[in-house]
């Protein structure tokens, strides 16, 4: 089981949001490239970057910082970022880049056929993130709320040959309420590719929960308020999912 930290950016600084509001951002760091060393200090495995610019504007805008996140973790683990990328020009430049994943978002919902693409050209490393309420998917940075039902496009996803759902319960999000473990695990039975949890990881009970249902196909899950706060600490977090799964 992954604890995955998140390094959310607006403006070239590390930043939490509540429910996905840009202006309920709490400022963590002026330094993405510290943030991330930091992490990898305390024995991430991998990290899930946001460029939530870009998420709004339809293109990456945080790319000093990217770098800067890239540079500090170098090889020693992969780093996913997630945030306006929705043409192939961009995920090849991603890539490029250093990145492990790329994650796509509104356009896996918007445009099936530029995923499909995707998945072809870039076999392996694309994950899409399905942000949802009541079991609905929301586009542009949770701004529209649409028809699509999560589980119905996730199988769609699959069938493209995307990597991995990553699920996020956006009326949990940044609200420390803990992880939807219903839906999460609902919609990893209804795949065959694995599922990360995203949205309101607070608490060990939280990774207790998640263990618990890691044979259902769920792998990891995001975390990001609780372990800036403090209310959770990463590196015991990690290390109780280890001691939990066997690792």
Known sequence: ???IPAIDLKDGQCVRLKQGLMDEATVFSDSPGEQAAHWLEQGARRLHVVDLNGAFAGKPRNE?????????V???IPVQLGGGIRDLDTI???LDSGLGYVIIGTAA???PGFLHDACGAFPGQIIVGLDARDGKVAVEGWSKLTKHDVIDLARKC??????AIIYTDIGRDGML???NIEATVKLAQSLRIPVIASGGLSDHEDIRKLCAVESEGVIGAIAGRAIYDGSLDFAAAQAEADRLSGA
């Open 1 to 3: 089981m992954l604890i």
């Open 64 to 72: 000093k910082a990217i770098k800067e996140i890239i540079e500090a």
């Open 74 to 76: 170098g090889d020693e």
């Open 92 to 94: 090849e430049h991603c």
């Open 109 to 111: 919902v918007k445009n």
């Open 158 to 163: 699959e069938d493209y040959g995307v990597e």
């Open 177 to 179: 309420s803990g992880i």
